[in-house]
């Protein structure tokens, strides 16, 4: 069975540059309770905290502009954790005067009933990455 998960937050700095921070490895620092530990052919591997410590294989494309957005697209799998595919998007949204952006982030599971992961724990990470994500990209234009 296949669940979705949608989070929404607003961040007062431009998608570009808010899409920079998404480009490198350091993208995975976002997410909380996620170490990265290697790099093998393209996917990255990281240890997820939890219950019972797992590792898992990332693979993530860089941001992609369209016309009116930045579109990143990513993967995870790994024993214990759903199957799960992941579209985060930055647009840009009316501010009061300065440059704004609204983010969605979508994560559509698969398995995630036999996984070690509950809906409402997948659901505080993905909220929590577009907190530090909006911390980062905040700090970045304030500097």
Known sequence: MSTRIEAHRRIQADPASTALLLAGPSALELWPGVRRVGEVGGRVLIEVAGPAPTAASVTARPPRRTPTAF??????????LPGTEGVLTLTYAQGAGAPTTRAELVLDSEGLAASQLDEAALAGM???????????AEARRAA
């Not at 579109?71 to 214990?80: I, K, Y």
């Not at 993905?126 to 980062?136: G, K, S, W, Y």
């Open 71 to 80: 579109v990143s697209r990513f993967a995870w799998t790994g024993p214990g």
């Open 126 to 136: 993905a909220e929590q990455f577009l907190v530090n994500l909006a911390r980062a």
